[in-house]
């Protein structure tokens, strides 16, 4: 698996082009293809922030899959994100990706959007780590032992 290379914003209006753009040596990518997986997401958010001080080459973000879209209805959209998220590191760490998704999934061996996906991704795009769904222990002490070992 390999995260494909493309060019995006986040909330915070900053143009990313991905994955050389992500900020740690690896990266947890927080995937989700509807509005109501946010609160899978959710489950994940506090190991995440744990484990950035842990280990201070990694980072999270969040990733909202959306079918391409046209640029007014991408601003609707992301202006509504925006409003719903004050915090100005979680609109740093979220990411709206709007593309087609079919060839998305593919790269990233992701076969249904009925769950959210998480990848860890190293600066050249290589998946080191995969998982679905909301938080359990097996996949903390998982994705924690794959940064002990790679960190």
Same mark, same amino acid.
């Given at each position: 698996?390999?995260?494909?290379?493309?060019?995006?914003?986040?909330?915070?209006?900053?143009?990313?082009?991905?994955?050389?753009?992500?900020?740690?040596?690896?990266?947890?990518?927080?995937?989700?293809?509807?509005?109501?997986?946010?609160?899978?997401?959710?489950?994940?958010?506090?190991?995440?922030?744990?484990?950035?001080?842990?280990?201070? !080459?990694?980072?999270?973000?969040?990733?909202?899959?959306?079918? !391409?879209?046209? !640029?007014?209805?991408?601003?609707?959209?992301?202006?509504?994100?925006?409003?719903?998220?004050?915090?100005?590191?979680?609109?740093?760490?979220?990411?709206?990706?709007? %593309?087609?998704?079919?060839?998305?999934?593919?790269?990233?061996?992701?076969?249904?959007?009925?769950?959210?996906?998480?990848?860890?991704?190293? !600066?050249?795009?290589?998946?080191?780590?995969?998982?679905?769904?909301?938080?359990?222990?097996?996949?903390? %002490?998982? %994705?924690?032992?794959?940064?002990?070992?790679?960190?």
């Amino acid at each position: 698996m390999v995260f494909p290379p493309l060019t995006s914003e986040n909330l915070a209006h900053e143009k990313l082009d991905l994955p050389g753009d992500f900020e740690g040596d690896l990266n947890l990518c927080l995937i989700a293809f509807e509005q109501w997986q946010q609160r899978l997401i959710n489950t994940w958010i506090p190991l995440a922030q744990q484990l950035e001080q842990a280990y201070p !080459r990694f980072r999270y973000y969040e990733f909202p899959v959306i079918q !391409r879209l046209n !640029r007014l209805y991408r601003g609707f959209i992301n202006q509504g994100m925006r409003a719903g998220i004050l915090d100005t590191t979680a609109r740093h760490k979220t990411i709206t990706l709007y %593309l087609e998704k079919d060839a998305f999934k593919q790269a990233l061996d992701i076969p249904s959007e009925s769950d959210i996906h998480l990848r860890l991704v190293d !600066r050249t795009g290589a998946v080191t780590w995969a998982a679905t769904g909301a938080l359990t222990r097996e996949n903390a %002490l998982s %994705l924690e032992e794959q940064l002990k070992m790679l960190l």
